[in-house]
């Protein structure tokens, strides 16, 4: 598995961004899939996690109703579609692929990509 996160960048309070993530590797679907952010001075913390097949998701509450996290197992490309953005949604994100099932915890994910700035100004 190797990831790489694309798509950051800096956008107004209210606009979208849609970050993406590729795995070069040939075992995509084999892994849970999760997006991770980490603020300046914070640590990174849960964002979004989708299971192998796609068919469960899962969200932190701060983001619930305004991210979505899909995935295309034939482009072996996880998406995290992020609406009405917001200031504190300022950070560096980060995917990352597990083999467990406990896709909201960090301690599951094996493989993880080099992160996407995403800045949203107010």
């Known amino acids: 598995v190797q990831l790489q996160a694309s798509g950051g960048g800096l956008v107004q309070a209210g606009g979208s961004l849609r970050l993406s993530c590729v795995d070069s590797?040939?075992?995509?679907?084999?892994?849970?899939m999760g997006w991770f952010r980490q603020a300046p001075g914070k640590e990174r913390r849960f964002v979004a996690s989708?299971?192998?097949?796609?068919?469960?998701?899962a969200y932190a509450d701060s983001v619930k109703g305004r991210f979505t996290i899909s995935r295309d197992n034939v482009k072996n490309t996880v998406y995290l579609q992020m609406n009405s953005l917001k200031p504190e949604d300022t950070a560096v994100y980060y995917c990352?692929?597990?083999?467990?099932?406990?896709?909201?915890?960090?301690?599951?994910?094996?493989?993880w990509g080099q992160g996407t700035q995403v800045t949203v100004s107010s």
């Open positions: 990352a692929a597990s083999p467990g099932v406990s896709l909201t915890s960090q301690t599951s994910y094996t493989y």
């Open positions: 590797g040939r075992s995509f679907s084999w892994y849970g």
């Open positions: 989708i299971n192998r097949s796609g068919g469960t998701t």
